[in-house]
């Protein structure tokens, strides 16, 4: 208790010191209110960069391999001239893949292939640059499809080659602007589609990736009506193999290894021969984007630590000054019995609480920008920058008052009250 009772003192001394003071009080949590605010900041802009880069990535599914032509790459040089000539993706491909793969490593097998810019038209209504995609029954499981009206394909619409489709929120929206458009029907490329289901909307992504809002989907079956599958180098809409991963196999090694021995087969390459298919794994592009916002993230850092660096010296100036002109006060404490501990804390908490009152306003600064309306890049403050903001604060509290707060409790009693 008494420990408690002098801690509470301590506190109470403090806060008091920095009642008496206001001015020169919030002259100095200025200097921590910007540090804090600097770092915080980008750390909050670089946490929201980030997650809406992966939310506008998000269409590449996860835990998901691509059979390509062509392999992801992230930098460096590309040498493109050793995959031009690579035959793409079939559909006869991908029928072996479904019969080799175990089913103990993959959720399903889809094909599926778009053509962009196309036009659909409804009566006297039309939406230009639409991306039309054809694609096979377990797409779903490789990449989302919200339906938000409606439903999902069939296995008889995909086998009979239905002209079913479903459309995002853009196509729904210009093509029935006074209703609903399931059920309702539109045409492209001499084709005419029953509108089945409806996705909800995603609304503007920050990177210009392909959006659902923009994406028809149909049955490859009927894809194939109106567009020619590309097999080489030349024109044509190229396919692609996606295989879902299951959660037995998390690194999906084993799924890598199979999908490459059944590849390798079913083109029939010879031991030392290069693969002629790439597979490409969305860990690759997470990997990437993680490495580029670290270091963004670290230069953000050592920026904003200048900052809060300017705002710890002046919050040891301050001390430094506080045990001076308390140093009668000082001699009359320890006269009076007063620990060394306890003058120690009077000052340490001082600084202490000092730091965290401007690391509290900067805090706030900062939610005070989340607050600003963004459609691109809408800005969130996560607790984990909370907690680094009042831990940084802490911190630099310690270390601006220790040594102030140390030379207090080390002072003689009677020299501090004879001082003026």
Not at 87 to 96: D, G, V
Not at 177 to 191: C, V
Not at 248 to 267: C, F, H, K, W, Y
Not at 277 to 292: C, G
């Amino acid at each position: 208790m008494k420990t408690l009772r002098l801690t509470f003192e301590s506190f109470r001394f403090a806060w008091q010191a920095l009642r008496a003071n206001l001015l020169r009080t919030v002259l100095s949590l200025l200097g921590v209110t910007v540090g804090i605010f600097a770092i915080i900041a980008v750390f909050a802009v670089v946490d929201s960069l980030e997650a809406n880069v992966r939310q506008s990535m998000s269409f590449v599914g996860d835990k998901v391999i691509y059979v390509q032509k062509w392999p992801w790459s992230f930098g460096g040089d590309y040498p493109w001239w050793k995959y031009f000539n690579r035959p793409n993706p079939s559909i006869q491909e991908f029928r072996e893949l479904q019969r080799m793969l175990s089913p103990e490593n993959n959720r399903g097998v889809a094909v599926f292939a778009a053509r962009g810019g196309n036009t659909l038209k409804a009566g006297n209504n039309s939406v230009e640059s639409i991306a039309v995609q054809g694609v096979t029954i377990d797409y779903r499981l490789i990449s989302d499809v919200p339906v938000q009206e409606g439903r999902y394909f069939t296995a008889q619409e995909m086998d009979a080659a239905r002209n079913v489709a479903i459309v995002g929120y853009e196509i729904a929206h210009n093509l029935y602007p006074n209703g609903s458009a399931l059920g309702q029907e539109f045409r492209t490329h001499g084709q005419k589609f029953n509108i089945i289901g409806v996705m909800q909307k995603e609304g503007k992504k920050l990177l210009d990736t392909p959006s659902n809002d923009t994406n028809c989907l149909v049955p490859l079956s009927a894809f194939t009506k109106m567009f020619a599958l590309s097999t080489g180098s030349g024109g044509g809409a190229q396919a692609t193999i996606g295989i879902k991963g299951v959660d037995s196999d998390p690194g999906m090694l084993n799924l890598e290894s199979e999908v490459q021995g059944a590849m390798r087969t079913i083109r029939g390459l010879k031991p030392r021969e290069e693969d002629s298919f790439a597979l490409n794994r969305p860990e690759m592009l997470a990997n990437a984007i993680s490495q580029l916002f670290s270091i963004i993230g670290i230069a953000g850092a050592v920026i904003g630590s200048f900052a809060i660096l300017v705002g710890g010296f002046g919050i040891a100036n301050i001390m430094f000054v506080s045990v001076k002109e308390r140093t009668n006060i000082i001699g009359i404490q320890k006269s009076l019995g007063a620990k060394n501990y306890f003058i120690l804390f009077q000052f340490l908490f001082e600084a202490v609480f000092l730091c965290l009152l401007g690391g509290g306003a900067g805090i706030f600064l900062v939610y005070l920008i989340t607050l600003i309306p963004q459609d691109a890049m809408p800005i969130f403050l996560s607790a984990g920058n909370i907690a680094l903001g009042l831990t940084v604060s802490v911190v630099i509290g310690v270390l601006a008052g220790i040594i102030p707060a140390v030379m207090a409790a080390n002072l003689d009693p009677v020299i501090a009250i004879r001082s003026k």
